[in-house]
């Protein structure tokens, strides 16, 4: 399983970005799917989650109610559109594959993970 994000930039405060991160193999759509992200000296954060179906999403409470993460499973693709961003948000963000579906916000319990898009947020 290979995983390619996408999306990262440089983006004023309270702006938006849509992250995407594409997934090779025919088994895509039954990966429970993370996003996680990692600022310069902190430890990685859980960021989102979503279960093949896309029915069931989780997120970290830092970004509750202003990111939202998909799936299009025809696709092969997780995006995560991330509004109201603040300086905090500034970090590398990760998208990361779980293949046994099971939910999970603990980023050793991933199997794949994806090269990191930097994202920066200018105050």
């Known amino acids: 399983v290979q995983l390619q994000a996408s999306g990262g930039g440089l983006v004023q405060a309270g702006g938006s970005l849509t992250l995407s991160c594409a997934a090779s193999g025919r088994t895509f759509s039954s990966y429970y799917m993370g996003w996680f992200r990692q600022a310069p000296g902190k430890e990685r954060e859980f960021v989102a989650g979503?279960?093949?179906?896309?029915?069931?999403?989780y997120y970290g409470d830092s970004v509750k109610g202003r990111f939202t993460i998909s799936r299009d499973n025809g696709k092969n693709t997780v995006y995560l559109q991330m509004n109201s961003l603040n300086p905090e948000d500034t970090a590398v963000y990760y998208c990361?594959?779980?293949?046994?579906?099971?939910?999970?916000?603990?980023?050793?319990?991933?199997?794949?993970w994806g090269q990191g898009t930097q994202v920066t947020v200018s105050s």
């Open positions: 979503i279960r093949w179906s896309g029915r069931s999403t």
């Open positions: 990361a594959a779980e293949v046994s579906a099971r939910m999970t916000a603990v980023a050793y319990e991933y199997d794949y």
